[in-house]
């Protein structure tokens, strides 16, 4: 499936063993903008234009680039929620790609509990899986008593532990990250920290998406870096970073480099 | 393939019963509301058609509830099952979900409160001496054939209706309209011999005409009213499921709110 020249140079070895789950194909998508029949503006905007890459089995693949670059388009492609124009996403379709989102469709009548149920079945799972899981959402998410009462009873920080608590339970094939999250107060925000390094430790494969380098150095082992909706870098995290900034901040690259050199005298 | 399919139909269920349930603690008043609506327009009906143009009696009542029971039915379901899949995008612009799912959740609560009203509907009618019969076994054969219909129609209607606005106006329109003309305050006989069958193409009318034959009349629904409803809701069902596969990715792309 990978020609010899698109396989990036500097890949670990541990990656080079493992087995595509995911390639992506010369990408292309394009918002059209003909409203109203009567002002009829041909305004397409090519939000990707030619975007081509490789998810590997249970690795870590940081896709960064600046606002606007085209992240989150990809990212609705990657789940099935946008059909590209043109090039191919080349997946087998039983696995099961979920975008991380909070508190997606939550009725604020409902109970905590009935929220869980109903927002892990739009994450894909099933009632059954939800009923059983339902304890640990409600230990994570620490509501105690309010796990049973209406949501719209909820302050926001506890209406965000509770999205929180039960999007980390459904476990999807590839998980999608638009950014880290972190929520609520200090205490819950370290938690839900701690939860996602342990995503990032596990099997799991996850594509996060960020426009911070650190933040990708730091999560994970491969890096696709997108500018105007093109692939400009595929490969070592810390080349990929490195010809970003480069790119868009030169004047912070010195800095990047001693933090790279550091992080890399450490381990 | 079947894994998805138990997971659709899990959310449908669990979406309507948790509609109906934030409903009906929404509003003090809850379930006795859906019974309320039919009974004013009911009262307002008789007033006008029953008291001044004297038609009064216990029979006109059943004959005014029959018809505004089954109209509440097919309004809300057209109305809210139209209106689903915008009012929805979010969720469905950051999940992935057929875009049938929540059409159909609107219309299985519309007929939740349809069923509970038509109970009490069927009681009411035995005060005014029109007893449940034989007949009454056909009811539910109607019900599924009539929710085929409204089905179709709205699946087709949520999918326009989300990219013309316009739509949702002209249905509207279109709804008062078919209230007139629908049979609902006048009874078929009124209509000229010629002018019948024009009338009876009116699925709305038709169906209205179906329940009354079965609790007024104590006759068995026309086969052919029957069949004729059940073709077109066949039909458009199918164009309605085929165009929500067609759009499935195009809307999301497609309608930004």
């Known amino acids: ?267 | 393939m079947i894994s998805n399919f138990s997971r659709y139909r899990d959310i449908v269920l669990y979406r309507t019963w948790a509609e109906l349930k934030a409903e009906s603690q929404q509003n003090y008043l809850g379930y006795v509301w859906f019974l309320l609506q039919p009974m004013i327009t009911t009262a307002i009906l008789y007033v006008v058609f029953g008291v001044l143009w004297s038609n009064r009696g216990g029979e006109y009542v059943v004959f005014l509830l029959t018809g505004m029971v089954v109209w509440q039915w097919f309004e809300s379901c057209i109305n809210s099952g139209m209106g689903a899949i915008k009012a929805k995008l979010h969720i469905m612009k950051e999940i992935p979900l057929p875009k049938y799912l929540f059409p159909l959740v609107h219309i299985f609560a519309d007929t939740w409160r349809f069923l509970f009203v038509f109970v009490v509907l069927i009681g009411f009618a035995s005060i005014f001496k029109f007893y449940p019969n034989w007949n009454y076994f056909y009811l539910p054969l109607l019900i599924v054939i009539h929710l085929t219909f409204i089905i179709g129609i709205a699946l087709i209607l949520s999918v326009a209706s989300a990219y013309l606005n316009d739509l949702t106006t002209i249905v509207q329109s279109m709804l008062r309209i078919l209230f007139f003309i629908s049979g609902i305050f006048f009874s078929i006989d009124k209509i000229p011999a010629e002018l019948i069958p024009w009338f009876l193409a009116n699925p709305a009318a038709a169906m209205i005409h179906n329940y009354r034959s079965v609790i007024i009349d104590n006759t068995a629904p026309s086969l052919y009213l029957m069949g004729y409803i059940l073709a077109l809701g066949l039909t458009l069902c199918c164009i309605g499921f085929y165009i929500c596969k067609h759009f499935d990715q195009k809307i999301t792309k497609d309608i930004s709110l």
């Open chain 1, 1 to 267: 499936m990978i020609t010899s020249e698109e396989t990036p140079k500097n890949l670990d070895i541990t990656t080079k063993e493992k087995e595509v789950v995911l390639s992506v194909r010369n990408l292309g998508l394009c918002y059209r903008r003909d409203k109203n029949i009567f002002t009829k503006t041909s305004g397409n905007f090519w939000a990707l234009k030619d975007v081509s890459f490789d998810l590997y089995k249970g690795e870590k693949l940081g896709i960064i680039g600046r606002n606007g670059c085209g992240k989150s388009t990809l990212m609705k492609i990657l789940t099935g929620i946008f059909c590209q124009d043109k090039g191919q996403v080349i997946v087998d379709k039983k696995l099961h790609i979920q975008l991380l989102s909070l508190g997606v469709g939550f009725e604020r009548s409902l109970s905590g509990r009935e929220n869980a149920i109903l927002n892990g079945m739009l994450f894909g799972k099933t009632r059954k899986y939800m009923l059983k899981r339902l304890h640990e959402i409600r230990e994570f998410s620490e509501l105690g008593e309010f796990f049973d009462a209406p949501v719209k009873t909820y302050s926001s920080g506890m209406v965000s532990r509770l999205a929180f608590s039960v999007a980390i339970v459904a476990e999807p094939d590839i998980l999608l990250l638009d950014e880290m999250l972190g929520v609520g107060d200090a205490h819950f925000a370290e938690k839900s920290r701690r939860a996602m390094n342990e995503k990032f430790s596990s099997e799991q494969t996850v594509i996060l998406i960020s426009h911070d380098p650190y933040t990708i150095i730091n999560m994970c082992n491969r890096a696709v870096w997108i500018e105007n909706g093109e692939t400009r870098a595929e490969g070592n995290v810390f080349d990929v970073s490195e010809q970003y900034i480069a790119a868009i901040t030169p004047e912070n690259l010195e800095t990047y480099k001693r933090t790279v050199a550091a992080m890399r005298g450490e381990s």
